[in-house]
């Protein structure tokens, strides 16, 4: 596999397919931080998690075709509303499910998984009627398209570097939310214990509506990036839900540190080897590495930060 290839070689090709899997590192970590916001926060395992995702790529691709067909001189712009329109419909859809569903099942985990596995499959369906079977894609703007000639033989994918940089800032946003706002607080004093965090006038239904919207939203962030990496289809969201529930694991469902490294090992791992295999070899070789790994560490990576 590697005897065709000189040592400069090689390393350059690490490096660029390294930058070329920053996409796929920013979908896992945007995933993966939705599901630590909705299970580590409220102990529920959304299986439809993933759908939420494809609403966020599904309202890019929409916002994209608005922009092209009524506001073209604006369409370099139009990622930065299309992000903001995909969080707030996903994160709307969140607060609705949370409703009509999430908060009739709390401290039922079993329960809360058939429902939300159930869910999935009625919006596969509903993506189905609405936006049809058919895959579609996104045109992203020309500043977006190319890369950055960072030596005489490694290029730096620009779309890549600008969905990590969005990566980071949402991640400083929603742990300074989670751990330094008012609100914050509120969510920690309900995961701790609801009866007393109620007693004192925290008003726990709304923190728990809007925390699962706020990781339901993420969600949809991670659609739009999402966007850039592949088609769109009522059921690309299924690929993606086992990935990330395999981030969580395999980094230590205790551990955000754990979730951050693993995003990173599995996705740098797969596209490192998609270079030289098949995809889909390419995934089995990584899955059997992880599962080598949990045999001889089930925990995880990093099992001994708590998650709070």
């Known amino acids: ?50 759908e939420f995702m494809i609403l966020g790529a599904y309202m890019t691709w929409m916002t994209s075709g608005f922009f092209q067909n009524y506001l073209p001189s604006l369409f370099s712009g139009y990622f930065f509303v299309a992000m903001i329109v995909a969080f707030l419909a996903s994160g709307a859809l969140g607060m609705l499910v949370e409703w009509a569903l999430i908060r009739h099942l709390y ?41 950055w000639q960072a ?25 300074y939310i989670l751990y330094k706002s008012r609100w914050g607080k509120q969510v920690r004093a309900v995961v701790q214990n609801r009866v007393m965090a109620g007693a004192v006038g925290i008003n726990t239904e709304k923190v728990d509506r809007y925390t699962f919207a706020l990781g339901c939203g993420i969600a949809g962030v991670a659609g739009s990036a999402f966007t850039m ?8 969201g299924q690929l993606y839900i086992v990935d990330t529930f395999l981030v969580v694991v395999f980094g230590g469902a205790a551990s955000l540190l754990g979730t951050i490294a693993s995003a990173f090992t599995i996705s740098q791992a797969r596209s490192t080897l998609e270079f030289f295999l098949s995809g889909s070899m390419a995934q089995v070789i990584t899955l059997l590495a992880i599962v080598g790994i949990l045999m001889l560490r089930p925990q995880g990576l990093f099992a001994l930060k708590v998650r709070k």
Do not use: C
């Open 151 to 175: 030596t005489d033989t490694i290029q730096i994918p620009i779309n890549g570097m600008f969905v990590m940089a969005l990566t980071i800032l949402i991640t400083i946003a929603v742990a």
């Open 229 to 236: 990496i592949g088609s769109t289809g009522p059921t690309s």
């Open 107 to 147: 401290k039922r985990p079993l329960d809360t998984l058939l429902a939300t596995w159930g869910l999935s499959l009625i919006l596969q369906q509903a993506y189905r009627s609405i936006f049809g079977a058919r895959e579609v894609g996104v045109e992203l703007p020309e500043w977006m398209m190319g890369s």
């Open 1 to 50: 596999m590697f005897g065709d290839y000189s040592l400069a070689d090689l390393s350059s090709i690490f490096v660029m397919q390294g930058f070329a899997g920053l996409i796929l590192f920013s979908v896992f970590v945007l995933m993966a931080l939705g599901l630590a916001i909705i299970f580590g926060q409220m102990g529920v395992i959304n299986m439809a998690h993933g």
